[in-house]
């Protein structure tokens, strides 16, 4: 059985800093790409990062140089680190591997 949980979200002033986690059980992120995306009220979801298989990174570019993602494959997690938050990241945050999805995590940032 494949579960992904996401944690770390919560509410934070703008120019905080959070950090993500999408901690996997039954497929393993050091093979597999995992991908965060977000869905802000009313809006559609949006991809945010994703880490390839093999290390590569690609941001979306309201987070590029803002945002890093990263993973721990020892304990088969993947990382959101967010840096210098606005009030436009407010959203849920999902983790995607393969065909499955998390609940998902509330990001609030208030101005």
């Known amino acids: 059985q494949v579960q992904l949980v996401e944690s770390g979200g919560g509410l934070v002033q703008a120019g905080d800093s959070l950090r993500l986690s999408c901690k996997a059980s039954g497929r393993s992120v050091s093979i597999e790409g995992v991908t965060w995306y977000r869905q802000a009220p009313g809006k559609e979801r949006v991809f945010v990062a994703v880490?390839?298989?093999?290390?590569?990174?690609l941001y979306g570019d309201s987070v590029k140089g803002r945002f890093t993602i990263s993973r721990d494959n020892a304990t088969n997690t993947v990382y959101l680190q967010m840096n210098n938050l606005k009030p436009e990241d407010t959203a849920i945050y999902y983790c995607h591997l393969h065909v499955y999805w998390g609940p998902g995590t509330q990001v609030t940032v208030s101005s």
């Open positions: 880490l390839g298989h093999l290390g590569t990174t």
